[in-house]
């Protein structure tokens, strides 16, 4: 036993070893995901601007994580500035915010994707300055030209068309050849105004840590009056920072390396002490597994209720998470920039994706007529697409 046990533990030492050697060699992994989030540091987290609002805002900078309608129907505030970045705004609160502005505050909603509700109520259109090229951010004052911003890391592309007469254009964003887009706009309401920027990537760290940026950001900002600012920053709150003290050990290579060798030695001791004091385990046939039965059970029910309007929106769900999570493709808009990015990345016929595009949003559509047809068809087209 004593010959074994030392054998095993020469081979998980050298196993550690040979782990801990590939830990040291291996090349760190840049994470671009587009996550907006307070406290990531990767390049598209927005720790640097976090850091940096109170500084920015001179001080007069109000954190909250309600939504703008949790937050008014608590308590009245007079005039001040409403600051959100990248966060979808439900009616309510868009509606709070309306109501707010119109009383005599400022709002600055960073943001590259905009409720219809909200562009028809201000007057605008989305328009798309290109697919993934280089954007050149400028400011239409002549005073503050010459700090411009270069988006060359996944730009989102977005702009405003279909502006109307009484709406000023602050920004434009462009991209290489193509003419100059409004990027950033100031629309009056009532007392106040309603700032609208369409590439939140401007307060990511990657590109407020290049040197220049941050004067393009200031000018931005620099619109709002100088009064409190109240920041919507729930949306910017993904992942939790935690202080557990085995976080910081396995921040830490030789700490997480002594952690390994404790736990493998642990489990050594453990699983020789078993060895030595091992009694017979009576054999216990286990239950049948029934769950391919339960399942047929439940679509033959589906089929019997000829719910064909409900299983279209439950297929379409799933077609479209199984595209976020494997295909990372951002399923917010249907429209034909996603038709092209899906059809880049299956390799499957633009006619097939539009057809089933169509099918998709017949599902969602909670009045429109279902037929099986449509059902059976819809099914072929997104298991083709998922090949």
Not at 16 to 41: C, M, S, Y
Request: proline residues 4%.
């Amino acid at each position: 036993m004593n010959k074994t046990f030392r054998l095993y533990g020469i081979i998980f030492i050298v196993v550690l070893l040979v782990l801990a050697l590939l830990e040291l060699n291996k090349t760190p992994v840049t994470d671009w995901r587009k996550n907006f989030d307070l406290n990531e540091k990767t390049p598209f987290g927005l720790f640097v601007f976090s850091q940096e609002a109170g500084k920015l805002l001179h001080s007069k900078l109000a954190r909250t994580e309600l939504s703008p309608y949790s937050y008014y129907k608590k308590q009245k505030k007079g005039s001040h500035n409403i600051l959100i970045i990248q966060s979808q705004i439900d009616e309510e609160s868009f509606n709070k915010i309306l109501e707010t502005v119109n009383e005599g505050s400022d709002a600055l909603i960073i943001t590259d994707s905009y409720l219809k509700k909200i562009a028809d109520t201000l007057g605008f259109d989305h328009s798309f300055v290109n697919d993934g090229g280089r954007n050149s951010l400028r400011l239409t004052d002549t005073k503050l030209s010459n700090d411009s911003l270069l988006i060359d890391k996944l730009p989102s592309g977005k702009g405003f068309a279909s502006i109307g007469k009484y709406h000023e254009i602050l920004g434009t964003t462009r991209e290489g050849r193509y003419g100059a887009q409004a990027n950033f706009i100031k629309i009056p309401h009532g007392k106040g105004h309603i700032y609208l920027h369409s590439e939140p990537l401007i307060l990511t760290n990657y590109y407020l840590l290049k040197p220049g940026n941050e004067k393009y950001v200031e000018h931005v900002f620099s619109y709002l009056p100088d009064r409190e600012t109240v920041w919507f920053s729930g949306a910017n709150k993904i992942s939790m920072k935690s202080t557990s003290p085995l976080r910081f050990i396995l921040s830490k290579p030789a700490l997480r390396y002594a952690w390994w060798l404790l736990l493998g030695g642990l489990l050594l001791f453990v699983v020789f002490n078993v060895k030595r004091k091992q009694r017979i385990v009576p054999v216990i046939e286990p239950l049948n597994n029934k769950s391919l039965e339960f399942v047929k059970s439940i679509g033959n029910l589906y089929l019997q209720e000829g719910d064909f309007h409900d299983m279209m929106a439950k297929k379409a769900q799933y077609f479209l998470n199984r595209i976020r999570m494997d295909l990372l493709i951002d399923t917010r808009n249907l429209d034909d920039h996603f038709e092209k990015l899906l059809h880049l990345k299956t390799g499957k016929s633009p006619e097939n994706i539009r057809e089933a595009v169509v099918l998709i949003k017949k599902g969602q559509d909670p009045y429109a007529s279902v037929m099986k047809e449509d059902l059976i068809k819809m099914n072929r087209l997104l298991d083709e697409i998922l090949k």
